[in-house]
């Protein structure tokens, strides 16, 4: 069992920051990969980035050049920096770990971030 924690979504004026976290509760080095996603109102959830196991990212087209995914293992947290936010990104944002074993992909519960014009 993994819980997944996410913690530093907030209200922030539009071209402004914020950095969210997602603390595992074992080593995140078990992970295959881990993922940030999120939930527009009235939208269907979507894939913002993913770091492998590797540590390789990826980002959807929405957030590239402005978000930028990392971990750190020493400390089981995996973060999504967010820079230049725009209204558009308004969002519950969640993260997902997909463990190797037993083969399982767990979600956190979710951190709001709102951003105003």
């Known amino acids: 069992q993994v819980q997944l924690v996410e913690s530093g979504g907030g209200l922030v004026k539009a071209g402004g920051s914020l950095r969210l976290s997602c603390a595992a509760s074992?080593?995140?080095?078990?992970?295959?990969?881990m993922e940030w996603h999120r939930q527009a109102p009235g939208k269907q959830r979507e894939l913002v980035a993913v770091?492998?196991?590797?540590?390789?990212?990826t980002y959807a087209d929405a957030v590239k050049d402005r978000f930028t995914i990392s971990r750190d293992v020493s400390k089981n947290t995996m973060y999504l920096e967010m820079n230049n936010l725009k209204p558009e990104d308004t969002a519950d944002y969640y993260c997902n770990a997909a463990m190797k074993v037993p083969p399982r992909v767990y979600w956190g519960q979710g951190t709001q971030v709102t951003v105003f014009s």
């Open positions: 770091i492998t196991w590797g540590g390789i990212a």
């Open positions: 074992r080593s995140i080095l078990g992970a295959s990969a």
